[in-house]
């Protein structure tokens, strides 16, 4: 399947998979964050627009556009602009995306990566058919506060996501009684998980020295079946090529 950016300016932002690495996961004790499967692959399900320059920028708490202050620090190329008011910073991308026709791109901010006094707004666009560019919008938190965005920095993550997928599911609250498997499952993962917390408070434990639980991560149920063929511990989208 393809994903085809059109560049429309002469600058053109990098374009990447989304990495693993986090920082701030980096710096927590033993990057124990790492552990957590559903926030890794999260980490690396799309591809990212990296800035061609950075900047800081400040908002008064002002409805106006000239409520927010941009100062360039690194380059000046594709600075955000002020647009919508109301605290708002718009990115334009640098290009134009087409989709294989009945996928819409999921557009937002990086995954896991929490920028303080600002939040980046998400959108859903129809890229198959559309021959419209779409902008990246971060909204302030709290007036008062700058934020800087240094060169480089991804300020968009993407990924393709079928349209009408929402849709096409039925959801539906059941009892778990329903499903003895699962019910099993369910009850011996929780039992082992209370008794592995437990462990861990005991200085030569056996949970002591492998740290956490690791069925999930290796794809296991908790009676050491195998839970999926096709189970992922890494996603690894393509970059994008040059075909000019």
Not at 39 to 46: D, E, Q, S, V
Not at 89 to 109: A, M
Not at 169 to 176: A, Q, Y
Request: with cysteine; hydrophobic share 30%.
């Amino acid at each position: 399947m393809r994903l085809i950016c059109y560049p429309t300016t002469h600058i053109e932002p990098e374009l990447r998979p989304a990495p693993q690495a986090r920082q701030w996961l980096d710096d927590l004790p033993e990057s124990y964050g790492y552990r957590c499967l559903p926030l890794t692959i999260a980490n690396t399900h799309g591809w990212e627009i990296l800035l061609p320059s950075g900047f800081e920028a400040t908002w008064n708490g002002g409805r106006s556009k000239d409520d927010i202050r941009i100062t360039a620090t690194d380059g000046e190329d594709l600075l955000p602009t002020t647009h919508f008011g109301s605290g708002i910073l718009t990115f334009h991308t640098g290009y134009l995306f087409r989709t294989e026709p009945g996928y819409n791109l999921w557009v937002q901010g990086p995954v896991n990566a929490p920028k303080d006094a600002i939040q980046p707004l998400t959108g859903v666009i129809e890229t198959d058919w559309s021959p419209y560019t779409f902008t990246m919008n971060w909204m302030f938190t709290r007036p008062d506060q700058t934020v800087r965005f240094e060169k480089g920095e991804p300020f968009c993550f993407f990924f393709p996501v079928p349209r009408g997928l929402p849709e096409a599911f039925k959801p539906e609250v059941r009892s778990i009684d329903e499903e003895p498997d699962t019910h099993d499952q369910f009850r011996a993962w929780s039992e082992a998980r209370l008794t592995f917390n437990l462990d861990l408070l005991e200085p030569d434990s056996d949970a002591r020295k492998n740290k956490w639980q690791k069925d999930y991560y290796r794809g296991f149920r908790p009676d050491g079946r195998e839970g999926l063929a096709e189970h992922q511990t890494k996603v690894r989208p393509k970059p994008f090529k040059d075909r000019r």
